[in-house]
């Protein structure tokens, strides 16, 4: 409505969709995105002057939005287990990308940084138990972990990326890649891989780290051929 706040619009919305998906019978798939923690960043009346973490003003308001976004999440889940999914429920709960607050002298996102590129990634299913993992993964494995989920056959796609679920191992590294965007015209492109605890970033404006290449931790020294071959994969 008119005078609602966005996020719990959406939420409410959500829910009314899980009353309906859940009683069809059916498989059915949900996706709750809402705009939040976009600009402009206007908290909800009840967390305005909510303590957050030190931070220059527009970024203590951009803490305040998501924590209105953590209650809907939250209510979403408690919805669902109302309508007595949770044992079918198979939950991804993650960003599209992290943001920069200063950090290496930069702000916003499109920066091959970890705090530009890293997100939250949570899975969650009756099956599984509270566990964190320090492995490698990206939003191109969730299409392959619904295949798996599902029963489907594996060629209904190109799997790029793969399964979460089962006996993979995990990679060993993850190719990232940027065009630049023509309003965003200070983030030059650049590729990346990056490995558990190094990253090796090649920029195509050779003002950008030593002669165009950075490297962050203990990068190996074959770290140029895994881009290429990534990158051509």
Same mark, same amino acid.
């Given at each position: 409505?008119?005078n609602?706040?966005t @996020? ?5 919305q959500a829910?009314a969709?899980v009353?309906?998906l859940?009683g069809t %019978?059916?498989?059915?798939f949900?996706?709750?995105?809402? #705009?939040?923690?976009?600009?402009? #960043? @206007? ?5 305005? /002057?909510?303590?957050?973490p ?6 203590r308001d951009?803490?305040?939005v998501l ?6 999440? %939250?209510?979403?889940?408690d919805h ?5 999914v $949770?044992?079918?429920?198979f939950?991804?709960?993650?960003? /599209?990308?992290? #943001?920069?607050w200063g950090?290496? $002298?930069?702000?916003?996102k499109?920066w091959?940084y970890g ?8 899975l969650?299913?009756?099956t599984?138990?509270?566990?964190i993992?320090n ?9 392959p972990t619904?295949l798996?989920?599902s029963?489907?056959?594996d060629?209904?796609?190109k799997?790029?990326g793969?399964?979460?679920v089962g ?10 890649e #940027?065009w630049?965007? %023509?309003?965003? /015209? ?9 490995g558990?605890?190094?990253?090796y970033?090649?920029w195509? /404006?050779?003002s950008?780290?030593n ?5 962050? $931790?203990? @990068?190996?020294g074959?770290?140029p ?5 990534l990158?051509?994969?």
């Open positions: 409505t008119e609602s706040y @996020v719990n619009y959406a939420g409410e829910r969709a009353d309906f859940a %019978g059916s498989p059915w949900l996706v709750f995105a809402p #705009y939040a923690c976009h600009a402009p #960043y @206007v908290p909800h009346p009840s967390h305005r /002057d909510d303590p957050v030190a931070r220059p003003e527009g970024f951009q803490i305040r924590l209105t976004m953590d209650e809907e999440v %939250g209510r979403l889940f669902m287990s109302l309508r007595d $949770g044992d079918d429920l939950a991804f709960y993650m960003s /599209d990308n992290g #943001y920069m950090e290496r $002298g930069r702000e916003r499109r091959p705090h530009s590129t890293k997100i939250p990634f949570l969650r299913h009756a599984t138990t509270r566990s993992s492995d490698i993964v990206a939003n191109i494995d969730i299409a619904i798996d989920v029963g489907a056959e060629d209904l796609v799997r790029n793969q399964s979460l006996d993979v191992p995990p990679r060993a590294h993850l190719l990232l #940027y630049r965007e %023509g309003q965003f /015209d200070r983030t030059p492109d650049w590729k990346s891989v990056v558990p605890i190094w990253q970033i090649e195509s /404006d050779k950008f780290g002669n165009g290449i950075e490297k962050i $931790g203990a @990068v190996p074959n770290a051929q895994i881009l290429r071959d990158a051509e994969s």
